[in-house]
């Protein structure tokens, strides 16, 4: 199974034409579309998005196109994570799932373009690790990742990161289910928030807590946009004080 996730849009060609490489090489290939509305050239969402998908697909060869250093010196990879491949570029999105990679390799395909390296390298090389056609990786020590602190306890306080905002606006932080188990009330930028299990137990308009799907701390308005009440962005750090 190959897996897309980009952030082109569905206004141009280019998914399709990736696809159709795919599977120029590798007709039987399985391809799933993840997302292709990744915020424009936001390598920390293409990492959220990674670390969510994981754990639901057998498997599979995860192919990321949101790479704003096409083009340039910064290489295309392929690496092993568990018992799946990232295929794409070299600039961040394993950031969170860093400590499951085993090993990466450099891709040694020679793009015809510099400004479409999802057709020329990502594509092909995905269609070939599939087919279990290894000859195109060059093994490498490391990879890069990005600024990224884990959630920590601090005296009473958590501090933490926000790692993603949603379609809804609601604000996703890195604190895990397990720092904030059993809360009846976070604090977090002066404001107290009730701790509820899901959105529809909160008033219309309530700013809430709860845990996402994903067992990560979030902050959310029922039918509103968290986001702009909290006026958070990803990468903001916060520290929140819950209470039991």
Do not use: C
């Amino acid at each position: 199974m190959i897996t897309l996730t980009t952030d082109f849009g569905y206004k141009d060609h280019y998914v399709g034409v990736m696809k159709g490489v795919i599977l120029k090489i590798n007709p039987n290939a399985r391809i799933v579309d993840i997302t292709h509305n990744v915020e424009r050239h936001s390598i920390r969402h293409a990492a959220y998005i990674l670390n969510a998908i994981l754990p639901y697909f057998p498997p599979a060869v995860h192919v990321f196109v949101v790479d704003p250093g096409v083009g340039t010196e910064r290489r295309g990879i392929a690496a092993k994570i568990e018992d799946s491949w990232y295929v794409g570029p070299d600039n961040g999105i394993l950031t969170y799932v860093a400590h499951k990679v085993s090993k990466v390799y450099e891709l040694e395909i020679e793009p015809e373009s510099t400004t479409f390296h999802g057709r020329d390298v990502f594509a092909p090389a995905a269609a070939y690790i599939d087919m279990g056609n290894f000859e195109i990786l060059k093994e490498i020590e490391n990879f890069e990742t990005f600024e990224y602190t884990k959630a920590k306890r601090e005296g009473e306080k958590i501090l933490g990161e926000i790692i993603h905002i949603d379609h809804f606006g609601n604000v996703i932080t890195n604190v895990p289910k397990e720092m904030v188990k059993d809360a009846k009330k976070v604090e977090v930028i002066g404001k107290e928030l009730r701790f509820l299990p899901s959105y529809g137990y909160a008033k219309k308009g309530e700013l809430i807590a709860l845990v996402n799907s994903e067992n990560f701390l979030e902050f959310a308005v029922n039918q509103g946009d968290a986001s702009k009440r909290l006026a958070l962005e990803v990468g903001d750090k916060v520290e929140i004080v819950v209470q039991y």
